[in-house]
């Protein structure tokens, strides 16, 4: 168990604090959620990340950079389905990481090279809600079943590489090297029949690196077949 006492004396260290005590709280859920059970979803992944960057502490887009489709064997690690009492409502932990690589700028919907590049990994750790339309069991399943999730959790980033604020018209290369941990949201829709699966998702950490809010969108189509595990 993980106890958080101390107050700290600024605001950043408070931040910090509230993270670590975020991630281990949802390292001890997703731990004991996993000895119920666990699915591995092995497949192939279309996806194009794209990153934001935004003045640390506002909300306000100075620059953004995109990245072309790739095409990658993904691994997606999740708790068992659990759904409240005999609804379709349900939930499930999801782990998932990753590498990227970005050397697009955007600049008024245009993607221009301007010799910058951001390289780097990610990874996140989501409860996901979800509402089940068709068949919950997955031994009377006869047909393609549709899955709508969305959650909030945490995610990392550990970044390399540099980019250009074209929002605040300047031409200065920002570096924007360093890792963080911060909230991370995701959605997805998925299609499923038995243990094949179809799932259009968009996961996006963000964390706080040097002087910059920075945010990775992660847009991706998976196409794959489920394990899953009794513990």
């Known amino acids: 168990m993980t106890l958080c006492y101390q ?17 281990s709280g949802l390292l001890l859920v997703f731990m004991f959620d996993m000895t119920h059970g666990a699915t591995v979803d092995l497949g192939v992944n279309l996806t194009r990340q794209s990153l934001q960057a935004e003045p640390a502490g506002k909300t306000e887009n100075i620059g953004k950079m995109e990245g072309d489709f790739s095409v990658w064997p993904t691994i997606l690690i999740r708790s068992n389905d659990a759904f409240f009492t005999d609804s379709h409502w349900g939930y499930s932990y999801e782990f998932i990481a990753g590498k990227f690589n970005i050397d697009k700028q955007e600049v008024e919907g245009e993607q221009l090279d301007l010799g910058t590049e951001v390289e780097g990994y990610y990874a996140y750790l989501i409860p996901m809600f979800y509402y089940k339309i068709g068949q919950i069991d997955n031994n009377e399943r006869t047909s393609w079943n ?13 970044l390399d590489g540099d980019m250009i604020m074209t929002e605040v018209n300047s031409n200065i290369k920002k570096n924007v090297s360093g890792s963080g941990i911060g909230m991370s949201v995701g959605l997805y829709i998925e299609f499923d029949n038995n243990d094949w699966f179809i799932r259009i998702s968009n996961y996006a950490p963000e964390v706080e690196i040097r002087e910059f809010n920075l945010m990775l969108h992660n847009v991706s189509m998976i196409f794959g077949r489920r394990i899953e595990f009794d513990i």
Not at 7 to 23: G, N, Q, T, Y
Not at 146 to 158: C, K, R, V
């Open 7 to 23: 107050i700290p004396k600024h605001a950043k260290e408070k931040s910090m604090r509230f993270r670590k005590c975020l991630v």
């Open 146 to 158: 549709t899955t709508l999730g969305l959650g909030i959790g945490i995610g990392y980033l550990n």
